[in-house]
């Protein structure tokens, strides 16, 4: 991970600094690509258990096509399809899925699939497992439903202090994808501290794309006035990215769900823009915030790259066995 490209000397007039990667992660466009083809596979309606990816553009798109998003599988009719959204589920909706009978394709993105099975094994193995994390965040519930009886969440370095283990040798601290890559490592150093022979996950959990996305406001951030991120308010690595820009030095960010959210009174006296979106959200929402912005006078968008990204996902793995095998649900 290189930065690649440094921001030239900023021009007189107004102008944007736009990030890059943004947007959509190979994990939410594969959970979006799920529930599309699920629509046309089997045709409407297509139940999704909670917002396949935090947006709320997306999850509108999709309800327009017939996709029916409830909050758990007892609100889904027998029998019929539910997709699983990109945050992962805990092992106890599988099981409620399968006694409903219902037919379950799981969108959850594989790198949130990899923090289960590290759940998983480290729970075989006896440890205590640190989850570093915020409380109530779908992909934690899921995580933690993996171990239960192994699992304490730590939501942030103020909680360190009241965190208790069986075993202090048998110590390890995994975390949710999408968090402030500063923070969590805040958050292991006073886990440290308190418990030494803490052992850290295999690889990075928090993922390539929220890493990237940071990095990239990092880069952008002690140019600007002001920091723009496209995304909803319950995405948690969209919020995070506000924060970033905030301590990466930007005097000012705000988190918009869309070009109508934008207030005017933030561009008072401001000569450079920072814009980024979180990794659920549409490239089309940008492109209307850059039109908002161009209306307003900066015309002027300067593309920041930070790092190029190819990662793709297979869709999963029951979804495609029936699109090669052309059935159609009755
Ligand atoms: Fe997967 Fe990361 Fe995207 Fe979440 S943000 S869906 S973990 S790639």
Redesign the pocket.
Known sequence: MAASTEPSAPPADKRVLLAKPRGY????DR?VQTVEHALEHYGAPVYVRKQI?HNLHVVQALEARGAIFVEENDEVPEGAIVVFS??GVAPEVHAQAAARQLRTIDAT????TKVHQEARRFAAEDYDILLIGHEGHEEVVGTTGEAPQRVTLVDGPEAVPDIEVRDPERVVWLSQ??LSVDETMETVQALRAKFPALQSPPSDDI????QNRQAAVKVIAPQVDLFLVVGSHNSS?SVRMVEVALVGGAPAGHLVENADSIDDAWLDGVRTVGVSSG?SVPEILVTEVLAYLAERGYGEIEEVTHTEERLTFALPRELRRELQGGTRAG
């Open positions: 992660c190979a994990g939410v959970a990816v990109a945050h993105c594989p790198l949130v994808t999408t993922c390539y794309a929220t690595n990794a």
